[in-house]
């Protein structure tokens, strides 16, 4: 059984699932596709071509699926996908994508606090956490598990890896290398996430292994091409070492260090 508030504005053309909550002042338009258990709340925008999977929430004010905030956007027909369980918190803002990549993506059991933003064409990975006024610009990658932490301003096209953890109040403006922690002014890797690592499973071989990669990538003289040949000669290639090595591959604007 849905629950709908007799204000809220529901297009026709609007697909709702099953015990659907949304709250006063909401609107739906068309071409929206709602799950089954979700809850919106009350004025909410909820715009043409956004899916919201299953058990996801969207607090007070929240504005999802609007189009790019990008000169280049043409009103061609692109989507926003919010992931199963992940809970969007009040006046958080949410954009579809552009043609360049046709959606933005935000997958399951994320949080995402009051006031953030994630621009177009981002893809966000599971379990994810930014905190307040977290902001995306366009085409911005995070992998599983990463937090980042309030008032971040993160640049276009940075990737940011899976089990990383950026401290809140800097900017974002090259890759960040998973299980990392980052913090300071200029931005640079304090260290192994090794709390968050711990809390997530990580067996403690693989934890001091990747403190021997950390050592050498990010504390030693070498630069980053040398730092990958002695991780190769030298490191165990488990399963981390190697999510690591193909970040590093696929950076295209470098890492912060």
């Not at 919201?52 to 504005?63: K, S």
């Not at 579809?96 to 981002?122: F, P, Q, W």
């Not at 922690?181 to 997530?200: C, Q």
Request: glycine share 12%.
């Amino acid at each position: 059984m849905s629950g709908i508030h007799t204000t809220a504005i529901i297009d026709p053309g609007a697909q709702i699932g099953k015990n659907v909550t949304i709250g006063a002042n909401t609107i739906i338009e068309a071409d929206t596709v709602i799950g089954d258990n979700v809850s919106i709340s009350s004025g909410c925008l909820v715009a043409s071509y956004t899916e919201i999977h299953d058990n996801a929430a969207l607090f007070h004010g929240v504005v999802a699926g609007t189009i790019p905030q990008d000169l280049k956007f043409e009103g061609e027909k692109t989507r926003l996908v919010i992931g199963e369980g992940t809970t969007i918190r009040e006046y958080a803002m949410l954009n579809r994508g552009t043609a360049d990549r046709g959606e933005t993506t935000i997958g399951k059991n994320c949080l995402l606090m009051a006031y953030s933003h994630v621009a177009h064409d981002c893809v966000i990975g599971d379990h994810v956490i930014m905190a307040n006024s977290v902001n995306l610009a366009g085409h911005v990658e995070i992998g599983d598990y990463a937090i980042i932490g309030g008032v971040v301003p993160v640049h276009q096209f940075v990737k940011i890896g899976a089990h990383s953890m950026i401290g809140g109040g800097f900017r974002v403006q090259q890759d960040i290398c998973p299980f990392s922690l980052v913090g300071g002014y200029p931005l640079k890797v304090a260290g192994l996430n090794t709390i968050g690592l711990r809390r997530r499973g990580f067996k403690p071989e693989a934890l001091r292994t990747l403190g021997k990669v950390f050592k050498i990538l990010f504390f030693s003289s070498l630069n980053t091409s040398q730092a990958v040949d002695r991780i190769k000669a030298e490191i165990e290639p488990i399963p981390e070492v190697q999510t690591i090595l193909d970040f590093i591959q696929e950076s295209k604007r470098g890492m912060v260090k």
